[in-house]
């Protein structure tokens, strides 16, 4: 079991500019959540995807767009890139159908640097 | 949602206990108390979760008095490699039927020295 991939490691871009992220969740998992961290900041919640759908948006502007595929990958696209985007992206999986105990799988994140 | 409160930071040494204090005052009765550990560039990790009383498993123990107004994580014998930032969590698991979002704190930074 690969646990929950990401990819790239590591990005630099300029303001302005467009990056897509993308998420492959562990298997058996149908939901995608995304976050990010900025340095020193615990994660912040951007969306959740499920069955395709963003069920869950956190306080994120519209730059932040996202995206499920039939296999449960996913991407995070980010457009007009800020200075303040810079940050660790990261992609937490999990059941679709919640439980009594659930627990989010987190991916190794992608660091993102806008110059 | 419940907001935690937890240490900054937190010193010990190699083999002692760590019990790593968190408060959440407005926690809901639906809501559980999730631990997770993360350390530099990598994606968060589960500890350990609970709804009351103690809960234990291979890694770390949980704690929960009966008015569930705080929570405490107990990690034995910590070695230098425990050194990483603790969050705890607490919210309702689920939304809507399905996993509901994580709410981050700013975590508790655990060093460990030899």
């Known amino acids: 079991d690969a646990g929950v991939t990401q990819s790239p490691t590591h990005l630099i871009k300029t303001r302005g500019q467009q990056v897509t992220l993308r998420c492959s969740p562990k298997s058996g998992h149908d939901t995608v959540s995304w976050y990010q961290q900025a340095l020193g900041q615990g994660p912040q919640f951007i969306f959740q995807?499920?069955?395709?759908?963003?069920?869950q948006r956190g306080n994120f502007p519209d730059r932040f767009s996202g995206h499920q595929f039939p296999n449960y990958s996913s991407e995070l696209n980010v457009n007009a890139l800020l200075l303040g985007d810079s940050a660790l992206y990261l992609c937490?999986?999990?059941?679709?159908?919640?439980?009594?105990?659930?627990?989010?799988?987190f991916g190794p994140g992608t660091r993102l640097l806008v110059l | 949602l419940a907001k935690t409160t937890q240490p900054i930071s937190m010193d010990s040494y190699e083999g002692q206990e760590v019990n790593i204090t968190c408060s959440h005052n407005n926690i809901a009765t639906n809501d559980y108390i999730t631990w997770y550990q993360q350390f530099p560039s990598q994606g968060p990790r589960f500890i350990i979760q609970?709804?009351?009383t103690k809960v234990t498993n291979e890694v770390a123990s949980l704690f929960i008095p009966a008015d569930r107004k705080s929570s405490t994580l107990s990690l034995p014998r910590v070695s230098l490699s425990d050194t990483a930032v603790y969050y705890c969590?607490?919210?309702?698991?689920?939304?809507?039927?399905?996993?509901?979002?994580?709410?981050f704190g700013t975590g508790t930074l655990l060093a460990v020295q030899p």
């Open positions: 995807y499920y069955e395709e759908e963003e069920r």
């Open positions: 969590l607490v919210g309702d698991l689920n939304y809507g039927g399905a996993t509901n979002k994580l709410i």
């Open positions: 937490a999986s999990s059941p679709g159908l919640a439980g009594v105990q659930e627990t989010q799988y």
């Open positions: 609970g709804y009351k």
